[in-house]
T-cell receptor, first 115, second 112 residues
Framework: AQSVAQPEDQVNVAEGNPLTVKCTYS??????LFWYVQYPNRGLQFLLK??????LVKGSYGFEAEFNKSQTSFHLKKPSALVSDSALYFC?????????????FGQGTELSVKP | EAQVTQNPRYLITVTGKKLTVTCSQN?????MSWYRQDPGLGLRQIYY???????DKGDVPEGYKVSRKEKRNFPLILESPSPNQTSLYFC???????????FGEGSRLTVL
């Protein structure tokens, strides 16, 4: 079955420190991978995506993610966390040949950045 | 401004009282979808539409209906809401060829 896992419900980081939010996936064929962020009482906002090419993908707000095919992972990273990065983060994989190419989402990781 | 608009944003209703959550996008996207978000479960797809008059079930379609009579609109209908449909609902759209979804701000529904 195709799935996405975010093994950490919550990640706590001090401001200025690097952050990593983990994501692993299971999908047939080549994956299309995404990260979204959700601020309180808001919809999901697109951060970045991996379709093909360079394994290191850069996105909005200084975030980047590294695609690792052998480990089936797509971890979200940022070199220096800000308090304003505190939010709920979702990893997602696109199912290409089923249900119109829907996105399957992980359960989300709550990122808390303390001053 | 490119956006997906949902209404209402908040709604409290009672079991069995039919309701509709509207969704409209101004980006001329072919693909539209409804998701529900529940704690610990992430987002699960309810229904999707590849274009006008083309709709299909997602992973959790029971108790919901949709229609796609116009390209921009994709309403979610709960004919007889039940308490287990209490959730946060998101409408999203994208062009057919890309995977990046654009989300509405969400509609928080409580069924008593």
């Amino acid at each position: 079955a195709q799935s996405v896992a975010q093994p950490e419900d919550q990640v706590n980081v001090a401001e200025g420190n690097p952050l990593t939010v983990k994501c692993t996936y299971s999908v047939s064929g080549n994956p299309y991978l995404f990260w979204y962020v959700q601020y309180p009482n808001r919809g999901l906002q697109f951060l970045l995506k991996y379709i093909t090419g360079d394994n290191l993908v850069k996105g909005s707000y200084g975030f980047e993610a590294e695609f690792n095919k052998s480990q089936t992972s797509f971890h979200l990273k940022k070199p220096s966390a800000l308090v304003s990065d505190s939010a709920l983060y979702f990893c997602a994989v696109r199912v290409l040949y089923n249900q119109g190419g829907k996105l399957i989402f992980g359960q989300g990781t709550e990122l808390s950045v303390k001053p | 401004e490119a956006q997906v608009t949902q209404n209402p944003r908040y709604l409290i209703t009672v079991t069995g009282k039919k309701l509709t959550v509207t969704c409209s996008q101004n980006m001329n996207h072919e693909y539209m979808s409804w998701y529900r978000q529940d704690p610990g479960l992430g987002l699960r797809q309810i229904y999707y539409s590849m274009n006008v008059e083309v709709t299909d079930k997602g992973d959790v379609p029971e108790g919901y209906k949709v229609s796609r009579k116009e390209k921009r609109n994709f309403p979610l209908i709960l004919e007889s809401p039940s308490p287990n449909q209490t959730s946060l609902y998101f409408c999203a759209s994208r062009p057919v060829q890309t995977g990046e979804l654009f989300f509405g701000e969400g509609s928080r529904l409580t069924v008593l």
